[in-house]
């Protein structure tokens, strides 16, 4: 198994979409890339710690590659918005990829490469690219939050639901049986 932490808004929607794919053992928000050690959800969405919401994605290269989650990354959020997804604003809704080592490094400076040439999209990828530095897992409640609260939090069905279908609509064929 390797691992994948990317940052890209909101943890509840990457870790929904995430552990939808084939190859995905497992998908947990958190937190990375700020200044205190073991921040909490509190703390970190005043903006003032430097991190960012995360996901830290536990999966088999044998079934899924780092470059397959990277393409999912990209259309599940949107890249040309600094510190902003859609209504969630500040910097720990920023987006990142945080490599662990320099294969992924190179795979994910070729994958904004190739996505800035595409011209798929409008304006200027803000992703940051950075070498992996501590995470920390997100408080219990967070873990699985939309599979334990989509009828009951309108943000699932207003903001996750879309995403999911997005995934459906472009990646079928790359996920779980149970999900499609």
Not at 36 to 45: A, C, H, K, L, T
Not at 122 to 144: L, R
Request: charged share 30%; with cysteine.
């Amino acid at each position: 198994m390797e691992l994948a932490t990317l940052a890209g808004g909101c943890f509840w929607c990457t870790e929904a979409i995430f552990k939808r794919l084939k190859g995905v053992d497992s998908v947990i928000p958190g937190y990375i890339g700020g200044e205190m050690d073991n921040p909490s959800y509190g703390e970190v969405s005043t903006g003032k710690t430097g991190h960012a919401e995360a996901v830290q994605i536990k999966f088999d290269s044998k079934v899924i590659s780092y470059n397959k989650l990277l393409e999912v990354f990209w259309v599940i959020h949107d890249p040309t918005t600094l510190n902003r997804q859609g209504s969630d604003v500040g910097t720990q809704y920023r987006s990142a990829i945080f490599y662990h080592d320099e294969e992924q490094k190179r795979i994910a400076e070729d994958s904004k490469r190739k996505l800035e040439k595409s011209g798929l999209e409008s304006g200027k990828i803000v992703t940051e690219i950075k070498p992996f530095i501590e995470f920390y897992g997100a408080e219990e409640y967070h873990q699985n939050y939309y599979e334990r609260n989509k009828d009951l939090n309108p943000y699932c069905s207003i903001v996750i639901d879309p995403k999911i279908e997005k995934l459906l609509e472009k990646f079928n064929k790359d996920a779980k049986e149970e999900y499609r």
